[in-house]
């Protein structure tokens, strides 16, 4: 079980699986203390983790123009390798109003996973601490195929992420416009929250 809960007092607004409307209020918090429009409709994704090249720093360099081009704010937890610092640091000065790096510090990460609707994985998260935060949290993951893992199947309204092939920067891209394609159907998109938060709680 996380230690991480999304009823802590550090965050703006405390939420359950049966109160996720309530969850978009830490995402506006966030926003105004950016100095972001208040925008709550926006798909706001995080990386969790950081970046290195085992944590498919490689990938991300491919996708990454990509995943600029679409209407999104991006959350980057400030720890990994000074090279992808120095890029993170790069797109954060050119694109102040769309993204932030993170402190790597507990109440940051409090913030992040309350705020975000999304978490971007880049390589397997099956091992990851940050993982079972996000489900703990409602954050719904993109990520490689894993044990951890099941796929959203919209048709019976199970499954709690969106999976793409290992390494694949056509299918990694597709997960993510698969996501922010079913991420402005909020009933669709509450139903898998809540799936993320009930996966931890049966574990």
Known sequence: MS???PTSDAIAR???A?????????KTALQEEFGWPAEPKRPMVCLPAGMTDALGGKLLEEVLPGILALDLQILILGKGSAAYGTVFTKLENERKHRIHIMPDEEAAHLAMYAAADISLFLADPASLKELTHCLTFG??????ASKALEEYDPIQENGFAFIYEPTNVWTCYGAV???????????????IQRHCMESIRTK
């Not at 954050?139 to 490689?144: D, E, L, N």
């Not at 416009?177 to 139903?191: C, S």
């Open 177 to 191: 416009v698969r996501a922010l394609e079913t991420y402005r159907f909020p009933f669709d998109w509450r139903t």
């Open 3 to 5: 230690t991480y809960l």
């Open 139 to 144: 954050v719904v993951p993109i990520a490689p």
């Open 14 to 16: 405390r939420y359950t």
């Open 18 to 26: 049966s109160t996720l409307d309530q969850k978009i209020q830490n």
